[in-house]
């Protein structure tokens, strides 16, 4: 299939390089809701609020920039609700850029995430502890693939709904974020290579259907969008290379990656340094659904922009709060601390005693704690807090090595073997 090329950020959008060491690279995305610093962290809020917190409280966290859910807006309030709000940014009174994904995603998490047991937070890599290849406790699909569209039966109510690419660019230019993305299908670590190569194809089909639809309609607010083009492809080298230069070809302004990223950490770092190698120097790339902190490390070394995740904000609902090191100078396992266990119960610290948040300015683990135990919604609201707050200041830390010379020296203090 030959497909078309346009070429050119547009209007109310650039992407300047400040600097490089290597892959890893800082640069200033200027966007019609402001300039976002990378590499950045994007937060989750899939109905248009971060749960537990207001948009200020974001703001104070560090957060640059928003990432909402295509399909779960679309079943509520609706996308017509929004745009006649004047999009996304008026709607939930959050000044800075907004991401939004494109359904695609739901494909994947209601379809062979449920068949398969596979997620992006549970058993994303089921090949990792060295055991046999297998998923998580499995269900029924929600949804059915053609080539034409996609039926998704809701979660809410049981209902049908279609979607093509078609009908997620109008949901999405109603909806009004800077920076859209284009349908796709994401797939599953235990797809096999004829699937994997099938759907990417497909997926390259709906992305030119896409920037056709966007190349034919007007932003709905005042305010330019950009598209962002998805290389797929699972863990196959040739198919995943084959898709970024498709992709890459098309002309779409910004990129994305998607996953699947492979069975194993070791195969997701192979699966970026294969798509980065073939997308071009000067477009954004954003990596879909990784958030740790090693993995953040590992995507940045390899010269990824961006990246969304719900697990630091999941986490924080959980009681998990993010910390390096414990109160004895011991990296902690999974860089987190599990502020329900008891020895916090006196403990009046706070959760991290250097941390400049507003949750470790001014309460204790023993008060949290304590807001956790006896369910009060304060709990995961400042837990919430801190953790944006410690990712934010991750990435500023990042940006800093990186121009500094010495973004390796910070990754391998980071990346210690005991915490891992």
């Known amino acids: 299939m030959q497909y078309n090329?346009?070429?050119?950020?547009?209007?109310?959008?650039?992407?300047?390089?400040?600097?490089?060491?290597?892959?890893?690279r800082v640069a200033r995305y200027r966007t019609p809701h402001g300039v976002i610093e990378t590499p950045a962290f994007v937060?989750?809020?899939?109905?248009?609020?971060?749960?537990?917190?207001?948009p200020e409280e974001a703001a104070d966290a560090g957060v640059q920039v928003l990432f909402a859910n295509t399909y779960h807006l679309y079943l509520r309030p609706g996308q017509e609700t929004v745009a006649a709000a004047g999009g996304l940014h008026r709607f939930m009174a959050w000044d800075g850029p907004i991401m939004t994904d494109s359904g695609g995603f739901q494909v994947f998490s209601l379809g062979a995430s449920l068949e398969h047991g596979v997620g992006k937070i549970a058993n994303i890599f089921p090949g990792e502890a060295g055991g046999a290849l297998k998923g998580g406790r499995r269900g029924k699909s929600l949804v059915r693939v053609e080539e034409e569209r996609v039926t998704f039966k809701s979660h809410l109510d049981g209902k049908s709904h279609v979607f093509t690419p078609e009908k997620s660019m109008l949901i999405q230019r109603a909806l009004g974020a800077d920076m859209i993305l284009a349908f796709d299908e994401c797939t599953s670590p235990l797809h096999d290579r004829a699937y994997t190569g099938q759907s990417a194809e497909r997926t390259h089909r709906w992305a030119e259907r896409c920037l056709n639809y966007f190349a034919a309609t007007?932003?709905?607010h005042g305010y330019p969008q950009v598209l962002y083009g998805i290389v797929q492809g699972g863990a196959f080298e040739d198919?995943?290379?084959?898709?970024?230069?498709?992709i890459a070809g098309m002309g779409f302004e910004a990129i994305a990656?998607?996953?699947?990223?492979?069975?194993?950490?070791?195969?997701?770092h192979q699966v970026i340094e294969w798509t980065v190698a073939e997308l071009p120097r000067d477009r954004p790339r954003h990596l879909l659904g990784i958030g740790d902190v090693p993995d953040l490390f590992e995507a940045v070394a390899r010269g990824c922009d961006t990246f969304d995740c719900v697990s630091p904000t999941r986490n924080a609902r959980n009681g998990g709060l993010l910390?390096?090191?414990d109160d004895d100078g011991r990296p902690l396992p999974k860089f987190r601390l599990n502020i329900r266990n008891?020895?916090?119960?006196?403990?009046?610290?706070?959760?991290e005693p250097a941390c400049a948040c507003y949750t470790c300015r001014n309460y204790s683990r023993a008060y949290i704690r304590h807001l956790f135990i006896a369910n009060e919604p304060l709990g995961p609201r400042l837990a919430t807090i801190h953790n944006l707050h410690f990712m934010n200041r991750l990435l500023a830390d990042m940006r800093a090595a990186i121009r500094a010379g010495c973004f390796d020296d910070l990754k391998q203090e980071w990346l210690l073997p005991s915490s891992l």
């Open 43 to 54: 937060a989750v809020g899939t109905q248009a609020a971060i749960k537990t917190l207001s």
């Open 5 to 24: 090329c346009r070429r050119g950020m547009n209007p109310g959008f650039s992407f300047n390089l400040d600097c490089e060491r290597g892959a890893a």
């Open 257 to 268: 990656i998607g996953g699947n990223l492979g069975r194993t950490k070791a195969a997701m």
């Open 342 to 351: 008891a020895c916090y119960a006196d403990d009046h610290r706070p959760v």
């Open 218 to 220: 007007p932003p709905r």
């Open 239 to 246: 198919i995943r290379r084959q898709s970024a230069r498709i």
């Open 323 to 325: 910390r390096r090191f």
